[in-house]
């Protein structure tokens, strides 16, 4: 593959920093780049408690897309262990770790505390030595404290733990949204919105949810204010009323709306619930995403006779078509970092998560599951993905093809996933 896209998957990944760069010694290959090997011995405490936790940590270290625990059956000592002597760090060594985590976990009354050290085994110092404390009944949120800070001391990397995920749930007849964390801890059904949920979306400021109910047997498109639990209908123009996507200025969102009897993209203002219609097309046009700068949407049509993904520049009105592998391209969202836009296709009946440039180059096809991958969303700083696959679950990859991560546990049959900006 061509120098120029390596060297984007490299700034998607690591800081700017060459120092850093050069001091971490990390290799971009061709079918990846080399995560960087964390030995973390079982941790100290209550039984009860540090299985979860421990396995809590491991999951998400594996979520990261950075990092790859080491096997504590490789390990001289597995644990429990709450401290790493300093004579010890050539044992780590041997078997490859570039970092050293270990942890102590005590409980008093409904407090559960985490103490944490990590080793860079390298230069043999701490880079993290923190009294993480949570109730008993929110542990979730001191592993994600923890997660973010070593994502940032030891890679410079945004946090990412702090965010959410929603999603379509299905069990027996109902389709429901659910929220959690991006590891699927603090899962939630968000109940009272219908029986038949779908097209999930976040405003960016990650305190509201747009999503399409039929609850009025008619595809309507509502508002949930998350902090109030206040729902606004927003549309239920007769027809469809469906794909909603936020503007960058959180004023107004685009949708598709069938009030003409054809399926076209239009804008709408959420305060004073006015549109505008922004496609025409005798075709569908569908499922738009805006780019961060709110200056280009990408958005789903069949205007050429199969679903492709078309770039409109929202100023001039031009229309660009991106894709023209496969002859089923549709559900684009952009990055957050507005260089390129993930997409559901399917060149030979098997559907898989395909990243493009916008200018339409570097089309690249992730393996993923190899199940069927659909329903693309970034992550806060636009490193990683998650997905739909046709198992029912949700997963989180990279953007160089790395195995995929299930971070639901299989209850139900997840779709539409929505990953949110980062949440306070």
């Not at 949930?224 to 469906?242: F, P």
């Amino acid at each position: 593959m061509k120098k120029k896209v390596w060297l984007l998957l490299l700034l998607c990944i690591f800081p700017t920093s060459l120092a850093l760069a050069a001091r971490l010694d990390i290799h971009i290959q061709a079918r990846g780049f080399t995560k960087l090997k964390v030995a973390m011995p079982y941790f100290t405490g209550p039984a009860d408690l540090t299985s979860g936790i421990w396995s809590m940590c491991a999951k998400d270290l594996a979520i990261s897309g950075v990092f790859e625990v080491l096997s504590p059956q490789s390990y001289i000592n597995p644990g429990p262990v709450s401290t790493i002597a300093q004579g010890t760090l050539k044992d780590w060594a041997l078997i490859g770790a570039d970092y050293i985590i270990t942890g102590n976990v005590s409980r008093r009354s409904d407090m559960v505390t985490l103490d944490v050290q990590v080793i860079e085994v390298a230069s043999a110092k701490f880079i993290d030595r923190k009294t993480y404390s949570t109730s008993a009944q929110t542990i979730h949120t001191a592993v994600h404290a923890f997660m973010d800070t070593f994502l940032d001391k030891s890679l410079g990397l945004k946090e990412m733990f702090s965010s959410k995920i929603i999603a379509v749930r299905r069990q027996n007849s109902k389709k429901q949204i659910c929220s959690f964390w991006c590891d699927a801890t603090g899962w939630r059904e968000i109940k009272g919105l219908g029986d038949l949920v779908l097209n999930p979306a976040w405003s960016k400021d990650a305190k509201k949810v747009a999503f399409v109910s039929y609850w009025r047997d008619n595809p309507d498109l509502y508002l949930l204010d998350l902090v109030t639990n206040k729902v606004e209908l927003l549309s239920g123009r007769k027809g469809i009323n469906s794909t909603p996507a936020f503007h960058p200025s959180g004023s107004m969102m685009a949708c598709t709306l069938s009030i003409n009897g054809n399926p076209e993209i239009y804008f709408l203002d959420l305060a004073s619930k006015k549109i505008q219609q922004i496609t025409r097309s005798w075709a569908t046009d569908t499922s738009p995403s805006f780019s961060p700068d709110g200056k280009y949407m990408a958005f789903c049509s069949d205007r050429c006779g199969t679903p492709q993904i078309y770039l409109m520049d929202l100023k001039e009105r031009k229309v660009q078509r991106l894709t023209f592998e496969g002859r089923y391209n549709t559900e684009p969202v952009f990055s957050p970092r507005g260089d390129m836009i993930a997409f559901s296709h399917s060149a030979n009946g098997i559907h898989q998560i395909a990243l493009i440039l916008t200018d339409g180059s570097q089309m690249t096809v992730l393996p993923g599951t190899g199940k069927g991958d659909e329903s693309p969303t970034f992550s806060p700083d636009g490193r990683l993905i998650a997905f739909a696959s046709s198992d029912g679950n949700i997963y989180v990859t990279d953007l160089v093809g790395s195995k995929p991560v299930r971070i639901t546990n299989g209850e139900g049959v997840y779709s539409e996933p929505s990953w949110s900006l980062i949440t306070k």
